[in-house]
Every structure is written in structure tokens, then in C-alpha cells.
Nanobody
Framework: QVQLVESGGGLVQTGGSLRLSCAAS????????MGWFRQAPGKEREFVGA????????YYADSVKGRFTISRDNAKNTLYLQMNSLNPEDTAVYYC??????????????????WGPGTQVTVSS
């Protein structure tokens, strides 16, 4: 089992920044890929980006490329999502997820086995 807990969400104005964190615990070695997803009101959950614990470049959805940055601290088992130039369309609940597959370019929710409870990000206009 892997436990995930997100933090860092909140209310920010358009153009602002937030950094989300995801603390992972348990059998993290069984989930080499970590991802971020988001779900806006009335919409389906969508892929934001992903990274592998043991190397490789992050992979991003086109909608956030150039504005969001995923990083990791292996010593702390913590995943980060730095979000810059936020706009109201980024308003959503953001989820951290862990996948047993060592491939960061897989965007389907189905390949992620463990999920955090989510953290709300609201961007005001």
C-alpha cells in the first residue's frame, strides 16, 4: 500500500503562483511513477503531469506546459507541483497519484493505482 497526502492548495489571483506538495509513504518503491491530475467542477479528471522517482524528465499536459513544473525530493518521498501564471481555468481539485508502471508519459487515470484525497486550488479573476 502507498499513502498519498496533498497540501498547498488555496486561493490565488490570476497570474499568481502556488506550490503543491504530495507526501508519499508506505511501499513507495512499488510505484516508480508519480503523477498530478486535476478535476474542475463539472468536468472529468485530467492529467497534468508525471515524473519517475529514479530519473528522467517530467512529462506535462499541453495545457500546463511552460507554466507548471513537477519535481521530487526522493529523500523526503515528496512530490511537488509548482504552478505559475495561474488563470481561472486552472481552478480544480488537484490530486497526486502513484503508478506501478515506470513510464511518465502515460496519461490515463487507469495506470495509477493510488490516489491522494486532493487539494483545492481556486484562481480568482
Amino acid at each position: 500500500q502507498v499513502q498519498l497526502v496533498e497540501s498547498g492548495g488555496g486561493l490565488v489571483q490570476t497570474g499568481g503562483s502556488l506550490r503543491l506538495s504530495c507526501a508519499a509513504s508506505g511501499r513507495t518503491a512499488s510505484t516508480p511513477t508519480m503523477g498530478w491530475f486535476r478535476q474542475a467542477p463539472g468536468k472529468e479528471r485530467e492529467f497534468v503531469g508525471a515524473i519517475r522517482w529514479n530519473g528522467g524528465s517530467p512529462y506535462y499536459a499541453d495545457s500546463v506546459k511552460g507554466r507548471f513544473t513537477i519535481s521530487r525530493d526522493n529523500a523526503k518521498n515528496t512530490l511537488y507541483l509548482q504552478m505559475n501564471s495561474l488563470n481561472p481555468e486552472d481552478t480544480a481539485v488537484y490530486y497526486c497519484a502513484a503508478s506501478p508502471l515506470p513510464i511518465a508519459t502515460l496519461t490515463s487515470q487507469g495506470v495509477y493505482r493510488y490516489w491522494g484525497p486532493g487539494t483545492q486550488v481556486t484562481v480568482s479573476s
